[in-house]
């Protein structure tokens, strides 16, 4: 873990959210790992902030964000293979060229999302709201989309 990484977490874990999101927009960190319950907590503290949150190519692989609110958040080329992310809001969220393989989105919303680029392989996608999401270049094999709008 880098020096802005660990600064990050203890702005975080102090429930500095705003200072922790203006130190991510000014130096132009990307790549955060979040991995374990502690770096989820500190992701919450992040995403209370309120809307638009810096995750671009954060790595939440296998991560547990049910019920979490990313909307108009920065996810490009995030991994978000294999999470959990059932219930979650995503509208607006800029998802171009994320990894969402294997990813459970069911009864999420996306309206407005941009997932250009994005992997949605053995997604699933069951229930999701999809209105007004950009699709165009997508993976989707094998996604499951039974009842999505």
């Excluded at 810096?54 to 920065?74: E, I, K, T, V, Y």
């Excluded at 999401?133 to 999505?148: E, P, S, V, W």
Aim: charged residues 25%; proline residues 1%.
């Amino acid at each position: 873990m880098d020096d802005a990484q660990t600064t990050l977490l203890m702005l975080l874990d102090a429930g500095h959210g705003a200072q922790a999101r203006e130190l991510i927009e000014t130096l132009g960190i990307t790549n955060l790992r979040f991995i374990g319950e502690r770096h989820i907590a500190a992701l919450d503290v992040l995403l209370a902030v309120g809307p638009g949150a810096p995750l671009r190519g954060a790595h939440l692989s296998g991560a547990r964000l049910s019920n979490r609110r990313f909307q108009r958040a920065d996810l490009r080329g995030a991994n978000l293979s294999e999470a959990l992310l059932e219930h979650a809001c995503l509208n607006g969220a800029d998802l171009r060229d994320a990894d969402l393989t294997c990813a459970y989105l069911c009864w999420s919303e996306l309206r407005g999302a941009d997932l250009r680029g994005a992997d949605l392989t053995d997604a699933d996608l069951t229930r999701a709201d999809l209105t007004g999401t950009d699709l165009r270049g997508a993976k989707t094999d094998r996604a499951l989309l039974r009842d999505a709008d």
